[in-house]
């Protein structure tokens, strides 16, 4: 059994299925593991779900960092390809992101470690916007940065609910309109 492998699968399913769904009997039959095999490494679901986040957590990163070295792609460009990833993947059936506003929900104690997990997961997508608005010279980055992230939330919201990839490209077409509003207001087309 590989760690990796299990994590991605549970993520699969808890992608699929929900987190409140989340059994170590269910993962156990997923991935054809022995569940005193699972017990060894994670003693219950909430320690399977933490693991699971965090592990998807540093996917994110990864991809995050990658994009940010990427020299072929503007700032604007690198803001907007997040959606670009997430309509690929709602294609799929996956709907990345969403399970950390899930797990806010799921666990509304912010002393939770899978809250506190969640909870660094969106201020390191805050961070990611506001970074590349600064480098773009955006007036009022943090704001701006505070708009881009509530409708990257708003979208991965109704995902978990709804699963329209339609709602991927307006939320993509209005993160694109906020970028271009901010763009005209900092040349002062606004004023």
């Known amino acids: 059994m590989l760690r990796e492998q ?11 299925r929900g987190i409140a769904t989340l059994t170590l009997d269910a993962v156990s ?12 490494f994670w003693p219950d679901a ?7 986040l965090r592990h998807h957590g540093d996917q994110i990163d990864v991809w995050r ?10 700032p604007p ?11 690929e993947q709602v294609r799929q059936h996956r709907y990345p992101g969403c399970l950390f506003i899930a797990a806010c929900s799921f666990y509304p104690d912010r002393d939770s470690s899978i809250h506190q997990l ?11 916007t506001f970074s590349l608005l600064q480098e773009m010279g955006s007036d009022d980055a943090e704001m701006v940065a505070h708009q881009m992230e509530l409708i990257l939330e708003g979208c991965l919201s109704r995902l978990l609910v709804k699963r329209q990839l339609h709602d991927v490209e307006v939320a993509r077409r209005l993160a694109e309109d906020v970028l ?3 763009r005209c207001r900092e040349h002062g087309a606004l004023s």
């Open 180 to 182: 271009n509003i901010a």
């Open 29 to 40: 039959e997923l991935v054809d593991v022995p569940l005193n095999e699972l017990t060894l």
């Open 46 to 52: 909430e320690a399977l779900l933490y693991d699971c």
């Open 118 to 128: 969640a909870e660094q997961q969106k201020q390191a997508s805050f961070l990611y």
């Open 65 to 74: 960092r990658q994009l940010l070295l990427d020299d072929s792609l503007s």
């Open 6 to 16: 299990v994590l991605d699968q549970t993520l699969n399913l808890l992608e699929q």
């Open 77 to 87: 460009q690198k803001l907007l390809a997040r959606y670009k990833v997430l309509n």
